[in-house]
Each structure stands twice: as C-alpha cells, then as structure tokens.
C-alpha cells in the first residue's frame, strides 16, 4: 500500500492532568515525579506524531499551556475518555482530516505512529491492544465512521466488537512499543529495566 500523506490523519491524545495523573504510582513515585513522567511520556507521545495535526484533549491549565508551546490544538475535556475519544473525532472532521488515531498519552516507548494511521479513509479500525492484552492505548479509525467508544477494562475486544458492527475490517497491531502504557508500579519497573537494556 502507498504512504498516505501525513495531513490524511490527525492524533488525539487525551491528557487529563500532569499534576494529578498517575496516582497509582503514589507508592513508588513522589507527586513531582509523577508530574515529570506524565510530562516525558506525553512529549514522546507528539514527538510519535512525526509533524501530523495533533489534538491534545484536556482542560487543565497546565497541559493547555504545554500543548500551544508544542503547536497541538487544544480541545476541551468533555470529563471522561470516551467522551475525548468522540471529541476527537469531531476535532479531527472538523479539519477535514480522513483517519485519526486515539493515542493514549503514557506511551514512553512509542517512536513512531505511521503503521497505525496509514489506511486513510478505508473502512478499517486499527486497534492495537496493551501490553497486558485488556486495554487500547491506540485505535486508529476512519474519520467518516460512526463509532461508540468503551474504553476501561477489556477495551481492546470491546472495540473490536464495535468495529465489526459498524461494518469495518479490524486490524489488530501488537506493537511492543505502542502497546506499552505505564499505568501501575510494575510497569514502570519494566520500563526501567528496558532502558537499561544496551541498544541493539
């Protein structure tokens, strides 16, 4: 398949907070810390863009203030994921974009989101579950389709379910990298070990 042009597709990425985000890191990490990984982890989330539109989706003063220093548009949290994800949608039809990927923002191991955006306007849901195969920290969909998200616990074969009822084809992508969202104590002790890994 050719690649499509990089202003085919737009990434949204929800961000409720730096400063409150990640509380179930509490044992292991300090508030300020916390702040600094969320902030890390979202920076290599836009960089994963490679110079797409990006819509970061959030009311909190200091992710808003962060997103215009990046050159992100800003949208509103409408106060839950799913409604960000629809948000999104809207943000991304309203720019006449055909595909948009909804990007988790604690993905530090993302380098790029080509493979996941490159279907354009094709009928194809690209879902690429997590790292404990429950969640989907990326879902990539036609900007076109009608789509109900249900995001939390077990969302990655939700999704899937709701892709073939709106009649698109599913592509499952298991991407090490994209599939790695920090969410709990181990993850981050896994992403520490995997820094320390020598680079191939």
Same mark, same amino acid.
């Given at each position: 398949?050719?690649?499509?042009?990089?202003?085919?597709?737009?990434?949204?990425?929800?961000?409720?907070?730096?400063?409150?985000?990640?509380?179930?890191? &509490?044992? #292991?990490? %300090?508030? @300020?810390?916390?702040? *600094?990984? +969320? $902030?890390s982890?979202?920076?290599? !989330? =836009? /960089?994963?863009?490679?110079?797409r539109?990006v &819509?970061? #989706?959030? %009311?909190? @003063?200091?992710?808003? *203030?962060? +997103? $215009?220093?990046?050159?992100?548009? !800003? =949208? /509103?949290?409408?106060?839950?994921?799913?409604?960000?994800?629809?948000?999104?949608?809207?943000?991304?039809e *309203?720019?006449?974009?055909?595909?948009?990927?909804v !990007?988790h923002?604690?993905?530090?191991?993302?380098?790029?989101?080509?493979a996941?955006?490159?279907?354009?306007?094709?009928?194809?849901?690209?879902?690429?579950?997590?790292?404990?195969?429950?969640g989907?920290?990326?879902?990539?969909?036609?900007?076109?389709?009608?789509?109900?998200?249900?995001?939390?616990?077990?969302?990655?074969a939700?999704?899937?379910?709701?892709?073939h009822?709106?009649?698109?084809?599913?592509?499952?992508?298991?991407?090490?990298?994209?599939?790695?969202?920090?969410?709990?104590?181990?993850?981050?002790?896994?992403?520490?070990a995997?820094?320390?890994?020598?680079?191939?």
């Amino acid at each position: 398949m050719p690649s499509r042009s990089h202003n085919d597709a737009g990434i949204v990425v929800p961000l409720r907070s730096f400063t409150l985000g990640k509380a179930r890191l &509490a044992a #292991v990490l %300090s508030e @300020p810390d916390r702040e *600094a990984l +969320a $902030r890390s982890m979202a920076e290599n !989330v =836009v /960089d994963a863009a490679g110079g797409r539109a990006v &819509a970061i #989706v959030s %009311s909190a @003063p200091e992710v808003v *203030a962060w +997103a $215009r220093d990046r050159g992100c548009d !800003v =949208v /509103d949290d409408p106060g839950s994921l799913d409604a960000s994800a629809a948000a999104g949608r809207a943000w991304a039809e *309203a720019r006449g974009l055909i595909r948009y990927a909804v !990007v988790h923002a604690d993905l530090p191991l993302a380098e790029s989101l080509d493979a996941v955006v490159d279907d354009g306007a094709d009928p194809v849901a690209v879902i690429v579950p997590d790292h404990r195969d429950d969640g989907t920290p990326v879902l990539s969909l036609p900007t076109a389709a009608a789509f109900t998200f249900a995001y939390g616990p077990d969302s990655a074969a939700r999704h899937a379910d709701e892709a073939h009822r709106r009649s698109l084809t599913v592509r499952i992508v298991r991407d090490p990298a994209l599939g790695f969202d920090v969410d709990l104590a181990v993850d981050l002790a896994e992403l520490e070990a995997r820094r320390r890994l020598p680079a191939p």
